[in-house]
């Protein structure tokens, strides 16, 4: 009985590690951007067009990283791969500290390009499917995922309470001294938890016996099986359009400043409220993903989706409604449920590789090929959508910004239609 119970509380403390690393690898390259935008646009100088090709270069990176790090992750074991991973990203965040130039911050999205993502994303993927077992992938990677999300909406928090301990009680007279020790204080922030879990990483995930890590013959094979695969494509597709939504959330700070007219505190507040809804949309994706299948869920979540950025595209909150705080009200409420369906399409899709009968001894394989793809968003996405937010400033640029999303969402209904299709076919 005591060693059923030791190894239960093994299993959830590896779970348990696998979620913070999981969400904080991304926390520098990532939160700091992500909720507190406006703020750190400001500091660093940037328009949104050089956010987006400073992103791009990240993207780029990634994209080359992704398919050795699938490899290695079946060769080498996850503690050692995501422990030096995570090192090597909190080594970054000394310098962002710095603040650096537009040149730098290129350099260092590259450098976190490949350390967030060579050594980590397969083997957390890999480490995952394994927890989950044969019956429970939906359940394992919607409580990664959610349990990420939850991970993300306390560390913003803590983070939105220490910006807001360098600014004065007016957050609208805010000065450049000010503004700079807010943003410095985040950086700080995320980079001691991001060296703080890489030892916890190192000291809790177990190794792996070389008995469960293929050889260099096995790895070609798996690439080849993977490869010749059409459900492979289609979930790198769905990644795709999944990934351009989850990416399009970094903007809702922007839009709550330009055209909701809240202060910096607020959009930053608010936003990270709004993170706490990723648990559940996440793990009751995966629950319902085990009871139903993957396939159906994501599905849904994208006509959520297309609904709502549809909504977004005709509405003006100022004039559509008997008042302003009414049509505020509604465009929140809408931008909160888009935000719950992104976040069920993300917890469960890479649950499609066991739904793809994909051989567990090769899922890292599997990883790299869809990720390869599947993640290009990080290359065109931001570029992109800067671009559209700076051509029409205001209202008319995030109308144009959601109809973009729109086109993403029916792309993701017909590719996951196809999966099944191909799914049912073999």
């Known amino acids: 009985m005591k060693s059923n119970k030791n190894t239960s509380i093994a299993s959830w403390q590896i779970i348990l590690i696998l979620i913070l690393a999981g969400e904080i690898i991304f926390g520098l390259p990532f939160h700091t951007l992500r909720f507190f935008r406006a703020s750190f646009l400001e500091v660093f100088n940037l328009?949104?067009?050089?956010?987006?090709?400073?992103?791009?270069?990240?993207?780029?990176?990634?994209?080359?990283?992704?398919?050795?790090?699938?490899?290695?992750?079946?060769?080498?074991?996850?503690?050692?791969?995501?422990?030096?991973?995570?090192?090597?990203?909190?080594?970054?965040g000394i310098y962002y500290a710095t603040i650096p130039s537009y040149l730098g911050m290129r350099l260092l999205f590259g450098y976190w390009g490949i350390t967030t993502i060579l050594l980590f994303w397969a083997a957390m993927i890999k480490a995952t499917r394994e927890w989950g077992g044969q019956d429970n992938q939906g359940r394992a990677f919607g409580i990664?995922?959610?349990?990420?999300?939850?991970?993300?909406?306390?560390?913003?928090?803590?983070?939105?309470?220490?910006?807001?301990?360098s600014l004065p009680v007016n957050s609208l007279d805010i000065t450049p001294n000010e503004r700079l020790a807010g943003v410095q204080s985040v950086i700080y922030f995320y980079t001691a938890v991001t060296f703080i879990i890489s030892l916890l990483a190192w000291y809790l995930i177990p190794s792996v016996k070389d008995g469960h890590l293929t050889s260099s013959t096995q790895s070609l094979k798996g690439i080849l099986s993977v490869v010749k695969q059409k459900t492979t494509w289609c979930q790198a597709f769905i990644i795709i359009c999944a990934y351009c939504g989850y990416k399009g959330i970094d903007n809702y700070s922007l839009y709550a400043v330009t055209v909701m007219k809240m202060t910096e505190l607020e959009a930053s507040q608010i936003t990270s409220l709004a993170a706490y809804i990723r648990p559940f949309a996440a793990i009751s994706a995966g629950f319902l993903a085990d009871r139903f299948?993957?396939?159906?869920?994501?599905?849904?979540?994208?006509?959520?989706?297309?609904?709502?950025?549809?909504l977004m595209f005709v509405i003006d909150p100022t004039t559509a409604f008997s008042s302003a705080s009414v049509g505020y009200l509604i465009i929140f409420i809408n931008l909160?449920?888009?935000?719950?369906a992104v976040f069920a399409i993300r917890g469960v899709y890479?649950?499609?590789?066991?739904?793809?009968?994909?051989?567990?001894k090769f899922t890292g394989t599997a990883v790299g090929v869809i990720s390869v793809l599947g993640f290009t968003p990080d290359i065109f996405f931001a570029s992109i959508s800067g671009r559209i937010l700076d051509a029409n400033v205001g209202l008319v640029g995030f109308q144009n910004y959601f109809l973009f999303l729109s086109v993403f969402s029916i792309v993701g209904i017909l590719t996951t239609a196809l999966f099944v299709k191909f799914q049912k076919m073999k």
């Open 144 to 165: 990664l995922d959610g349990g990420r999300g939850l991970v993300a909406a306390i560390t913003s928090t803590i983070a939105v309470i220490i910006f807001s301990y």
């Open 293 to 310: 299948i993957p396939s159906r869920i994501i599905i849904i979540g994208f006509m959520i989706t297309f609904i709502c950025y549809g």
């Open 336 to 340: 909160i449920i888009s935000m719950f």
């Open 47 to 92: 328009t949104n067009a050089q956010l987006g090709d400073t992103f791009a270069i990240y993207g780029v990176m990634a994209m080359l990283a992704y398919f050795p790090g699938g490899a290695l992750a079946d060769r080498v074991s996850p503690r050692k791969l995501m422990s030096l991973s995570l090192f090597a990203t909190g080594l970054g």
């Open 350 to 360: 890479f649950s499609l590789i066991a739904e793809s009968k994909t051989s567990n």
